[in-house]
């Protein structure tokens, strides 16, 4: 009993270091945005958890040795969630935090949307929505190719698999049996214009994806414990790429931003911003 | 009688014995690797070639992602496709990240023939010429096609090879320099210069013996790499003779016309005509016809040198 006791808590105890990490990386997200006056903090929030699972818990990276021979790679296909990206970059060590705080200033190398080669860490330059997925799977048939055991992981928006060449991706990545590849689709049920179903209907996104031959996982994505666990079964299901649908609220952590398709891509004023703050618990 | 291949196949037994060399280097096509030869290639190497099905815009991203992991990378399909379907993805996943794939596109221009319109393209030299970083080439025939190849398999980065479908005189011999980026001086003349790219340079060459029965010394240049543009040897034409004709099956909005006549007119101003595809849509025909209906033959390059001497 005392095993599984002190086992338990040693589960415990990682999910709420994750979570506290998170956190942080929505208060880096809320002041990258406001210090650039524009940016995407509704889908960068919502994507918090998983890219800080995955960077924190899931992936083999380095920060010290961004390039790694077999590193796992992770492909942010929904782009304008870029200020996530960078920030949990920032948390993980790959470069200081302050650097991320010239997001769209003229010769920041923290370009509005990620641009590979300017940030270390950052595997391909997104922002055209679904080209990462594309991309992903070439990295995933290049390490099988090497022999690599580099898994590849690549997150997409609802939103974004309105995109053609996302179904093209998942046909590939189902016939090729790319299975040292997760997608994560950040299911946060909005898009610029609405609603994913009053624009242009995505659902039901898990059927869908099975019926291309993928091993689909439906998760809580705002849910530590349960991204965590997502990860772990993808990585058992073998001859087939899995995807976890993660089920998220698009502003996640900040009150007035959370479930408000207006918080898609802008930025909060001082006010705004003080209420972020105090509501994360961030400094100003 | 002239040895006649298409550049695509050229291309083709060209890839293979890249292949044996090159054991990084990956064959992606869409569902017309018989067409384009890659078929050879994935005979030889089944592990190495992927195809993506009719999905050229996956083709250009997966492509992508495979070369910002290491891999050389070839990617076919036809011209129409590559660079017209698949654009933006080329754009925003090659180019934008200089990513290690050469676009070997082929059944460009009005020599597809048959198949008509919707698959005769005459803009992708200006598509890709316009994305930074991309070198551009338009081999004339099968010996230049082959070395070019080589070449840019050689070099990092995004590279667009333009290939045909007919078969085209073979004008170089093997022991032939070509060189990537550096036209090639195929005819000396004082009166006009030709500057010719692809399937072009052949006729460049019957029509220089026209002009020359009427008197006319024609000099001829064929300008296999579009993109870097071989600056000096057109200057020095433009210096030289009396003006430039350019010709290209292509548009003569954007391409091969276009950026002889932007440098020209930066460096030292020319006469310059064009002949190329004038603002219109193929149609369905034989080659031939369609070369003549549409004004891309020796006879329209001996026309045209005729308005600048």
Not at chain 1, 9 to 31: F, G, P, S, Y
Not at chain 1, 47 to 57: G, S, W
Not at chain 1, 141 to 152: I, N
Not at chain 2, 186 to 209: Q, W
Request: glycine fraction near 10%.
């Amino acid at each position: 009993m005392s095993y599984h006791f002190s086992a338990y808590t040693e589960e415990m105890m990682k999910t709420n270091e994750l979570k506290k990490i998170a956190n942080d990386v929505r208060i880096d997200i809320i002041k990258a945005i406001h210090a650039a006056g524009s940016g995407h903090p509704g889908g960068s929030l919502s994507a918090a958890d998983i890219m800080t699972a995955l960077y924190f818990e899931v992936m083999d990276i380095d920060p010290d040795d961004p390039e790694k021979k077999d590193r796992d790679k992770f492909v942010l296909s929904k782009g304008h969630a870029g200020p996530a990206l960078y920030a949990v970059l920032a948390e993980r060590g790959f470069f200081p935090k302050e650097d991320m705080m010239t997001l769209r200033k003229l010769g920041s190398n923290f370009q509005g949307h990620p641009s590979r080669g300017r940030v270390p860490g950052v595997e391909m330059s997104t922002g055209s929505l679904g080209q990462g997925f594309a991309a992903a799977n070439g990295m995933a048939l290049a390490a099988r190719l090497d022999g690599s055991k580099s898994r590849t992981y690549v997150m997409l928006g609802d939103g974004e698999i309105q995109e053609g060449i996302v179904w093209e991706a998942a046909m590939a990545a189902a016939h090729y049996k790319l299975d040292n590849l997760t997608a994560v689709l950040d299911n946060n049920g909005l898009q610029i214009d609405g609603r994913n179903e009053d624009v242009m209907t995505v659902a039901p996104v898990g059927e869908k994806f099975a019926g291309f031959g993928w091993n689909v996982i439906q998760i809580d994505g705002n849910d530590m414990d349960q991204i965590v666990e997502g990860f772990a079964k993808a990585r058992q299901c073998k001859g087939r790429p899995t995807i976890l649908i993660a089920k998220t609220h698009k502003g996640q952590g900040v009150s007035f931003m959370t479930d408000q398709v207006g918080w898609h891509g802008k930025a909060p004023d001082d006010e705004q911003y003080a209420q972020a703050m105090k509501e994360l618990g961030g400094e100003i | 009688m002239t040895e006649k291949i298409a550049t695509r196949e050229a291309y083709g037994k060209a890839l293979v014995e890249l292949g044996k060399k090159n054991s990084n280097l990956v064959v992606m096509d869409a569902d017309l690797s018989g067409s384009t030869k890659t078929a050879g290639f994935k005979k030889e190497f089944p592990d190495r070639f992927f195809n993506m099905g009719i999905a050229e815009q996956d083709l250009m991203g997966t492509a992508a992602g495979l070369a910002l992991s290491g891999k050389t990378v070839c990617a076919s399909t036809f011209a129409m496709f590559a660079a017209g379907r698949a654009y933006e993805i080329i754009r925003n996943a090659i180019g934008y990240t200089h990513a290690n794939v050469k676009i070997c596109a082929t059944h460009a221009g009005i020599t597809v023939g048959e198949d008509g319109a919707s698959h005769q393209t005459f803009e992708d030299l200006a598509l890709m010429r316009v994305i930074p970083g991309m070198t551009v080439v338009n081999p004339s025939d099968g010996v230049s096609a082959a070395r070019l190849l080589e070449q840019i398999v050689g070099i990092d980065g995004p590279c667009y090879l333009r290939l045909g479908r007919s078969a085209v005189p073979v004008i170089y011999k093997d022991t032939d320099e070509i060189v990537l980026g550096r036209a090639v001086q195929l005819k000396d003349g004082n009166d006009v210069t030709v500057i010719a790219t692809g399937i072009m340079v052949n006729e460049a060459l019957i029509a220089a013996e026209e002009l020359a029965a009427a008197g006319i010394s024609a000099r001829i240049i064929d300008m296999h790499t579009i993109k870097p543009l071989d600056e000096d040897i057109i200057l020095k034409a433009a210096g030289e003779t009396k003006g430039i004709v350019t010709a290209e099956e292509h548009s003569v909005i954007g391409g091969l016309g276009s950026a002889v006549a932007s440098l020209t007119s930066e460096k030292h101003p020319a006469k310059i005509a064009m002949v190329g595809q004038h603002d219109t849509f193929g149609e369905s025909g034989k080659p031939e016809e369609l070369k003549k209906k549409y004004g891309m033959t020796a006879a329209d390059i001996v026309a045209a040198a005729k308005t600048i001497v």
